[in-house]
């Protein structure tokens, strides 16, 4: 069966979101220095997140009738996101996952709009909801950044 673009989209989303809970996963594992604490906290709780909606979208696209991408091989091919190469700082780990964030929102909303013009509501309210989360999440990073 081929897949709608609707459903080639969110399974992209599906893979840029487990590339991202991986990337916070080993930042939670390695972050050191005066800020552990707190970015230790704050990266589980973002990885927990991202793991949510990796669960949501693959179900979403078990919904409408196409396969989510299970493997990691099939993953990292559709993922837009990428991997860090070394090991980045404190503040370079919290301006990637701003960065990571953004990329993502950008492409929530265009997933928002083919989702409005399919008539497909579920994935509009769910990818919608994402970006509006995110919002907050990206200006409070972008916060810690310039404090």
């Known amino acids: 069966m081929r897949q709608q673009p609707l459903d080639q989209d969110l399974a992209a989303l599906l893979a840029d979101y487990q590339v991202?809970?991986?990337?916070?996963?080993?930042?939670?594992?390695?972050?050191?220095?005066?800020?552990?604490?707190?970015?230790?906290?704050?990266?589980?709780?973002?990885?927990?997140?991202?793991?949510?909606?990796?669960?949501?979208?693959?179900?979403?696209?078990?919904?409408?009738?196409?396969?989510?991408?299970?493997?990691?091989?099939?993953?990292?091919?559709?993922?837009r996101l990428k991997e860090d190469a070394g090991q980045p700082s404190a503040n370079d780990m919290v301006r990637n996952v701003a960065t990571d964030l953004e990329t993502l929102n950008v492409s929530l909303r265009a997933l928002e709009q083919a989702a409005t013009r399919a008539g497909d509501a579920a994935t509009q309210n769910l990818v919608q909801g994402y970006a509006d989360g995110q919002e907050k999440t990206i200006w409070m990073l972008r916060a810690f950044l310039h404090g």
């Open 20 to 79: 991202l809970y991986m990337k916070l996963r080993g930042y939670h594992w390695t972050v050191t220095g005066p800020l552990f604490f707190g970015l230790h906290a704050k990266f589980e709780e973002l990885y927990d997140e991202a793991a949510e909606k990796v669960d949501a979208l693959a179900e979403r696209l078990a919904a409408r009738g196409a396969r989510p991408p299970v493997t990691l091989r099939e993953q990292l091919a559709l993922a």
